[in-house]
């Protein structure tokens, strides 16, 4: 099992920066990739960015490239997800998301929000003047 918690979402005005946290706990992440998704009112959920956690490497949405970055501290078990140049398209409710894969697996970075094994309780993000 592994628990997320997030954090830092909050009301900014458009053009501003907020930092997402998601603090992780219960087994280590090296066969995990870790993901943040979104979902706004009357929508589906949407992928944002993930990351290979051993490795580094990541992925974004084109809505995401470059405005956000997603890493991640290994001493802390966090991942975070840096925001700039908010707009108003992306307020929403922000979920970290852990993709567990066995050893002997290649850890693969995805977008579906159905590979995803665990789930945090969300953040709120809301860009209005």
């Known amino acids: 099992q592994v628990q997320l918690v997030e954090s830092g979402g909050g009301l900014v005005q458009p053009g501003g920066s907020l930092r997402l946290s998601c603090a992780t706990s219960?087994?280590?992440?090296?066969?995990?990739?870790m993901g943040w998704f979104r979902q706004a009112p009357g929508k589906e959920r949407e992928f944002v960015a993930v990351?290979?956690?051993?490795?580094?490497?990541?992925a974004y949405a084109d809505s995401a490239k470059g405005r956000f970055t997603i890493s991640r501290d290994h001493a802390k078990n966090t991942l975070y997800l840096q925001m700039n140049s908010l707009k108003p398209d992306d307020t929403a409710v922000y979920y970290c998301?852990?993709?567990?894969?066995?050893?002997?697996?290649?850890?693969?970075?995805?977008?579906?929000?159905?590979?995803?094994?665990?789930w945090g309780q969300g953040t709120q993000v809301t860009v209005s003047s």
């Open positions: 998301a852990a993709d567990q894969f066995l050893p002997w697996q290649t850890v693969i970075l995805t977008t579906d929000p159905t590979r995803y094994d665990y």
């Open positions: 219960g087994r280590a992440l090296s066969n995990y990739a």
């Open positions: 990351i290979r956690w051993s490795v580094g490497d990541t």
